[in-house]
Every structure is written in structure tokens, then in C-alpha cells.
């Protein structure tokens, strides 16, 4: 069974960092793009950062220069790291990952399995 268990999510003031991981099997980590999206309370889900396979890596405008999307490949784990963070960027963060062909990298319908989710607070 495919699990994507996030971590690393937490309250902090404006201006600080937070550094987002998300774990999977090996198997799962080699065959999928991945991706991290997020959804603020009466907003749609989003797509933030997502890496293919062969490691091309998309960014939505807000969180460019700020956030780093990459793998860690010894742990398996996707990571998010996320600095100078905003009031804005409270929301629950959801990490994914997909198989399909074609779509936006950014786009929540591309994806197949999702984590739980990880609650960003910042004030």
C-alpha cells in the first residue's frame, strides 16, 4: 500500500523557516514525480513546488526564492524547505506524488496519492 506521511510542519512568525519532509517507500520515491500543494482554510488546494523523474523542478510564483523543493535519497523523503515564510503561506501542507502522463506539474488532478497533511501557522 502506497503511504506519503508528511512532517516538520509548526507555528512560526513571520519572517522564519520551517523545513517539511515528507516519507515514502524506495519503490515509491523512484517511479513518481512528486509534488507539495497546500490549502488555506475556504480556498482551493494548490500546487507549490513538484519535481518529475527527471528532476526538473516547477515552483508557483509566490513561494520562488523562498521555498526549496528536493530529495533526500537516503531517507527516501521528499523535502519542502521553507524560509522567509509569510502570514499568506499558513495552510495545511499536503505532499503527493503521481504516474500519469502530461498536466501541469502544478496541478492537483495530476497527482495520484496524497499524504495527510502537515499544518503550517504563521504569524
Known amino acids: 500500500d502506497v503511504q506519503l506521511v508528511e512532517s516538520g510542519g509548526g507555528s512560526v512568525q513571520a519572517g522564519g523557516s520551517l523545513r517539511l519532509s515528507c516519507a515514502a517507500s524506495?519503490?515509491?520515491?523512484?517511479?513518481?514525480?512528486l509534488g507539495w500543494f497546500r490549502q488555506a482554510p475556504g480556498k482551493e488546494r494548490e500546487g507549490v513546488a513538484a519535481i518529475e523523474n527527471d528532476g526538473r523542478i516547477t515552483y508557483e510564483d509566490s513561494v520562488k526564492g523562498r521555498f526549496t523543493i528536493s530529495g533526500d535519497h537516503a531517507k527516501n523523503a521528499l523535502v519542502l524547505q521553507m524560509n522567509s515564510l509569510k502570514p499568506e503561506d499558513t495552510a495545511m501542507y499536503y505532499c503527493?506524488?503521481?504516474?500519469?502522463?502530461?498536466?501541469?506539474?502544478?496541478?492537483?488532478?495530476?497527482?495520484?496519492?496524497w499524504g495527510q497533511g502537515t499544518q503550517v501557522a504563521v504569524s
Open positions: 503527493a506524488a503521481g504516474y500519469g502522463v502530461g498536466g501541469s506539474p502544478l496541478s492537483q488532478y495530476r497527482y495520484n496519492y
Open positions: 524506495a519503490y515509491f520515491y523512484s517511479r513518481h514525480y
